[in-house]
């Protein structure tokens, strides 16, 4: 099933409509990752599967195994989503992932693995030891954790990565913002990146949800997106703030803040990327840039939309942090060149050579790693090797 094309949403900047410039004339400057290298993909916990190393579990404590085997499952899914955030907003030294993911896993799993044990000696069976199962590690990216749900206590045990259903993204509508004054312009990027962040967090919940599966028929609804939607809220008021604080006419997005859900395997709509009307965006897309009519009318960069088959559940997590990764490259490629519009340097083939000649290195690397997370699940590997290149809006 083909990826479906994003909706973009085009800051419009008053006066000469440019995208991403700097704020020369007031003495601000839009912030520029144009020198980083993209986020890493994220890995994931690799812990050992309990599962197909219990003996026979005895008919008396099948329920309590399968409910401790749910909550290891439920555990790994939320240090994923950690290490996701690591991955997309690094923080803490050297140490940080195994003292502050892996140690307290460590822990958790030591009382679940222990509870386990009891449930045999309840039962009159033999307690068997699983604490060595209790250490987990961690997969290189684009490895899924192996679970242990999705089989029955005392069927053989599959152990490995369990089939799950394909996991729904948000469906968020694009905030329609008119014009942005240059002194609105960096508060206003910044909430558009929360809006994108907030559908980041919320996808993650969802790829949680579709591998183990918790609460009722609303818990989408009351655990996703309604928490969801009062974030939007609270990021889109900023917006119209933003406006009010410069004398500029506060727009009403309150529209914008409910979300629904797309299909199994579909993409979102963004916030941006868009360009001179040319859609960038790749599922969660990244933001526009506003500017300043005194300078240089910016260019944006006219990168093609990733056309991605039908994402296997185990390998949402990591397709999802790839794309992400080509947003924030396309946002960093548009701050570079909204810094050559303010201030011109290098010669003829400068943005050849110094923007789009880095930027498609990127964007391979990134869509290699998409493929490859495919390929790990015993998916078919897409070739994605012709949406690497980019043009100039």
């Known amino acids: 099933m083909a990826r479906p094309m994003r909706k973009n949403a085009v800051l419009k900047l008053g006066g000469v409509g440019a995208l991403a410039v700097l704020l020369l004339g007031g003495g601000l400057q839009l912030a520029s990752a144009g020198e980083n290298t993209g986020s890493t993909a994220a890995q994931t916990v690799n812990c050992p599967t309990v599962r197909d190393k219990l003996p026979a579990v005895p008919a008396s404590a099948a329920a309590g195994v399968e409910r401790e085997l749910a909550n290891l499952d439920e555990e790994i899914a939320r240090q994923n989503e950690r290490l996701a955030k690591q991955a997309a907003n690094p ?128 818990f989408i609804n009351n655990a996703i997106l309604g928490p969801l939607e009062d974030k939007r809220k609270a990021a889109l008021d900023r917006i119209e703030i933003a406006f009010n604080r410069v004398g500029a006419q506060r727009p009403n997005l309150d529209n914008f803040a409910a979300c629904g859900l797309n299909g199994a395997g579909a993409g979102n709509a963004g916030n941006g990327n868009a360009g001179a009307g040319n859609g960038n965006g790749n599922g969660n897309a990244g933001n526009g840039n506003a500017g300043n009519g005194n300078a240089g009318a910016a260019r944006t960069v006219n990168c093609p939309t990733p056309q991605i088959p039908a994402v296997p559940a185990q390998a949402a997590a990591n397709v999802q942090a790839e794309l992400a990764n080509l947003d924030k490259q396309i946002s960093e490629a548009n701050a570079r060149l909204a810094q050559q519009a303010a201030n011109p340097q290098g010669g003829a083939n400068f943005i050849n050579n110094a923007i789009l000649g880095p930027l498609e290195d990127k964007r391979k690397a990134a869509l290699d790693r998409i493929e490859i997370a495919f390929n790990r699940v015993g998916a078919q590997r897409p070739n994605l090797d012709n949406f690497a290149a980019c043009g100039l809006n």
């Open 91 to 218: 923080q803490g030294g050297a140490n940080f992932i195994n003292n502050a993911i892996l140690g307290p896993l460590k822990s958790k799993r030591v009382a679940v693995l222990d509870r386990i044990e009891i449930n045999f000696n309840r039962a009159g069976a033999q307690r068997p030891n699983l604490d060595a199962l209790a250490t987990c590690g961690l997969n290189a990216p684009g490895v899924a954790s192996a679970l242990n749900s999705s089989v029955k206590a005392g069927n053989a045990a599959t152990g490995g990565n369990n089939t799950t259903a394909a996991a729904q993204t948000v469906n968020c509508p694009t905030p329609q913002i008119p014009a942005v004054p240059a002194q609105a312009a960096a508060n206003v990027q910044a909430e558009l990146a929360n809006l994108d962040k907030q559908i980041s967090e919320a996808n993650a919940r969802l790829a949680q949800q579709a591998a183990n599966p918790q609460g009722g028929a609303n």
